[in-house]
């Protein structure tokens, strides 16, 4: 039995590594593997991972409960070939909700590796109109399932959120805290700004995603 204790897997859209659990197959780093999950069958590439290796880890939204095998020249292509099929689902998804609500965005299709499953990011601009009709989920659902070939799960996302699920390139030249290190997004305040001494500048305080950068909460500690 292999030793998982310091390797995790990566998985398309996470930049996270997701603890991988006890297989009776040798696993070395960067293989791929065909795992199943809390969300379907996924496929990822093995790595290392510190956090996996830690006493507390944290919590996960992805969880790998079984390895089903090593990836095969036919699952591989079958992975490569997901990105031209999310491309040709978001234009499909898109078209639909277009005709359906102006104040949905569509921005991300999510495509899972056994193509049974499709995650749909969206942003609802909201207008404080009283005889606006509320936009429902469940009045696209069905329609989009049936022109996708898959089950369909909407996840509305703000502007951080947005963020974290497209990824990005913050000021320091790295990729963004929220799609790369942090598994959760904390409340991130001014006062923490202040302490440290940082100049009240929106070019300063704030990221790509125009809210205050989460990375001014890292030293808020050392400044109390």
């Known amino acids: 039995m292999s030793d998982c204790t310091k390797l995790a897997l990566r998985i398309r859209y996470h930049e996270h590594c997701i603890r991988l659990c006890p297989t009776r197959l040798t696993i070395k780093w960067g293989q ?13 590439k093995v790595d290392y991972s510190y956090d996996c290796s830690s006493k ?33 689902n978001l234009k499909k998804a898109k078209k639909i909700v277009g005709g359906l609500s102006k104040d949905v965005v569509i921005k991300r299709c999510e495509l899972v590796f056994d193509r049974k499953r499709v995650y749909i990011h969206f942003i609802e601009f909201k207008e404080k109109k009283k005889d606006k009709k509320n936009f429902k989920i469940h009045d696209l659902v069905k329609e989009l399932s049936s022109e996708l070939n898959c089950k369909v799960e909407f996840k509305e996302a703000g502007l951080r959120g ?25 409340s991130v305040s001014v006062r923490f700004a202040k302490d440290q001494g940082i100049a009240m500048n929106p070019k300063n305080l704030c990221g790509v995603c125009s809210k205050l950068k989460c990375c001014i909460r890292y030293e808020k500690d050392n400044y109390v």
Request: aromatic share 2%.
């Open 32 to 44: 791929y593997l065909v795992v199943e999950t809390n969300r379907g069958v996924e496929c990822g």
């Open 162 to 186: 947005l963020a974290k699920v497209l990824g990005g390139v913050g000021i320091c030249g790295r990729s963004l805290c929220c799609s790369s290190v942090l598994n959760e997004t904390k």
């Open 56 to 88: 507390k880890p944290k919590r996960q939204n992805v969880v790998i409960r079984k390895v089903l095998r090593e990836a095969t020249l036919d699952d591989l292509k079958r992975l490569k070939d997901l990105d031209a099929i999310e491309a040709d």
